[in-house]
DNA sequence: CTCGACTCCTGCTGGC
DNA sequence: TGCCAGCAGGAGTCGA
């Protein structure tokens, strides 16, 4: 499920590739994904050169000479895989081994590969989403954030925009919990659960506490917790769950450092021993899976 | 305006 | 050992 530090790893391996490099042929396999490609994609990628890349939250841009971009969202299971053209598909990575693929009843590596380019040094790059959440679409060079998808987007995580006073303000009036406001793209972009679960846990504060209560101090907490774990989460590749994978096809490795996500009943990292800790619990607020510590977030 | 429920989709997991 | 229900979740849309 890619997230910021994902998106930006991928974009950095698509980047060494193709920026500067010149496409020299690009399909499409299916009219759609989440909305359908724009129409003509396939021939305005085919001949034009990348001139660079740029993320905005959990959004990849694709600058081509000629003066558009393409915007591309991975969605929950998209994957860029690169490979050389005359190099045979690389079998699906299993993330517990190979075990899976000696039954026999894997997809085939290209299976819901929807788009492809290839570049005239002979790289083939599938954009892979079997879940279809994805999408890609043409924007003018120069006007990215007046693209339906990106206007009114929150201030980058990473950038020097996103302070406690600019998350004070966004969060001023809202009865959401936390973790849900963290969660909406206009309020801050590019975080989704994983990351939001890990800040919180590390500002140790409740995912159930009211947002607009996230302010003074708590925000002041909250906002360098959000910085430290997205750059130590890109240092280390982005993480790898399940079908998530890089585009040079290897596997990101900050999963193993997660603190508190998908660790429900493992000792809390922050109280060993401590009686009254009764590990990392879990709940559900709008659906979606919170992981916390209810010892220390307060 | 704000918020939560619903929806899209397929692959993986776990329980029987 | 095999089957299948349930879960996973980004984010737009809609109804309250």
Redesign the pocket.
């Known amino acids: 499920?890619?997230?910021l530090p994902e998106v930006e790893t991928v974009m950095r391996g698509l980047a060494a590739v193709l920026e500067g490099r010149r496409i020299t042929a690009a399909s499409i396999s299916r009219p759609d994904l989440?909305w359908p490609f724009p129409p003509g994609l396939a021939a305005r990628l085919s001949g034009a050169r990348v001139l660079g890349f740029r993320r905005r939250?959990?959004?990849m841009l694709m600058r081509l000479e000629g003066g558009e971009s393409v915007l591309i969202?991975l969605?929950?299971?998209g994957r860029m895989v690169a490979r050389r053209v005359d190099e045979a598909p690389r079998p699906?990575m299993?993330?517990?081994g190979a075990a899976?693929d000696a039954?026999g009843h894997?997809?085939p590596p290209d299976?819901?590969e929807h788009m492809v380019i290839e570049t005239e040094e002979g790289w083939r790059i599938g954009f892979c989403d079997?879940?279809?959440?994805g999408c890609v679409d043409l924007v003018p060079t120069g006007r990215e954030e007046e693209h339906?998808?990106l206007a009114g987007m929150g201030p980058e995580p990473l950038g020097p925009d996103f302070t406690a006073a600019a998350l004070s303000a966004a969060l001023a009036?809202?009865?959401?919990?936390i973790k849900?406001?963290l969660?909406?793209?206009?309020v801050v972009a590019?975080?989704?659960?994983?990351y939001?679960c890990e800040a919180l846990y590390r500002a140790r504060i409740s995912p159930r506490r009211l947002?607009?209560s996230v302010a003074g101090a708590r925000a002041a907490r909250l906002v360098p917790e959000v910085k430290a774990v997205l750059a130590e989460s890109i240092a280390a590749g982005g993480s790898s769950l399940?079908?998530y994978v890089r585009a040079d096809g290897e596997i990101g490795a900050f999963q193993e450092r997660f603190d508190v996500?998908?660790r429900e009943g493992q000792p809390c990292p922050r109280c060993p021993g401590a009686p009254a800790c009764s590990g990392i619990a879990?709940l559900?607020?709008?659906?979606?899976?919170t992981f916390y510590c209810p010892r220390t977030q307060r």
């Open positions: 499920m890619p997230e989440r939250g959990k959004y969202h969605g929950m299971s699906r299993a993330p517990q899976s039954r894997d997809n299976a819901h079997p879940r279809r959440f339906r998808l009036g809202r009865l959401t919990p849900a406001a969660l909406d793209q206009k590019g975080l989704g659960n994983i939001v947002a607009a399940r079908d996500y998908d879990r559900v607020q709008s659906g979606r899976s």
